[in-house]
């Protein structure tokens, strides 16, 4: 059984950081692509940021220059810097991960963190 538990959502100021863990336990070969993903209360789940095997990342216009995604073996990190009240939502980690018993590749999601902004 392959799982995702995050870690590292709070309050924060605006104008402060945080940053965000997800780790992967299981019987995993080979872990692919990795996102992270947000859903604001009355809004539709949306990639804030993501990152594939070969390292190359990707991000959200709202999000660029103040998030970095990175990887680490097992380990998945989303720095937020400069946060904004808008920033506000629950942040999903989600990986396409090879293993399992029969070493099938599937999509996992993490609990969510959530995260707020506020002065």
């Known amino acids: 059984q392959v799982q995702l538990v995050e870690s590292g959502g709070g309050l924060v100021q605006p104008g402060g950081s945080l940053r965000l863990s997800c780790v992967a336990s299981g019987r995993i070969l080979r872990i692919n692509t990795v996102g992270w993903y947000r859903q604001a209360p009355g809004k539709q789940r949306e990639l804030v940021a993501g990152?594939?095997?070969?390292?190359n990342t990707n991000y959200a216009d709202s999000v660029k220059g103040r998030f970095t995604i990175s990887r680490v073996n097992a380990k998945m990190y989303l720095e937020m810097n400069s946060l904004k009240p808008e920033d506000t939502a629950v942040y999903y980690c989600n990986a396409e991960i090879t293993g399992g018993v029969y070493s099938q590749t599937g999509e996992y999601w993490g609990q969510g963190t959530q995260v707020t902004v506020s002065s």
């Open positions: 990152i594939n095997s070969r390292g």
